[in-house]
Nanobody, 112 residues
């Protein structure tokens, strides 16, 4: 079955950290560019981070540069997003993506 399954979301205080994980199945993961997107209430979905197939290059939204790190494991078919120094404006549903395939999303809430 072709799918992406995210996990790791939750409630965290400002300044805290979370690590999101996405497990892929049903396609050749090691050849896929992988991305994390997020969508906050009332806002459009936006690209947060991207990693190339071999992990050699990454790109980040300006709003998360220096705080978030995307990584992948082509043996385990996983792509992770380490999020540090979280702020309330990072509150959103976070989605794993490749091409037209989306996960179900995982909620991240940053609040005191």
């Amino acid at each position: 079955q072709v799918q992406l399954v995210e996990s790791g979301g939750g409630l965290v205080q400002p300044g805290g950290s979370l690590r999101l994980s996405c497990v892929a199945s049903g396609f050749t993961f090691s050849r896929a560019v992988m991305s994390w997107y997020r969508q906050a209430p009332g806002k459009e979905r936006e690209l947060v981070a991207l990693i190339t197939a071999n992990g050699g290059r990454t790109n980040y939204a300006d709003s998360v540069k220096g705080r978030f790190t995307i990584s992948r494991d082509n043996v385990k078919n996983t792509v992770d997003l380490q999020m540090n120094s979280l702020q309330p404006e990072d509150t959103a549903v976070y989605y794993c993506n490749t091409l037209s395939l989306w996960g179900q999303g995982t909620q991240v809430t940053v609040s005191s």
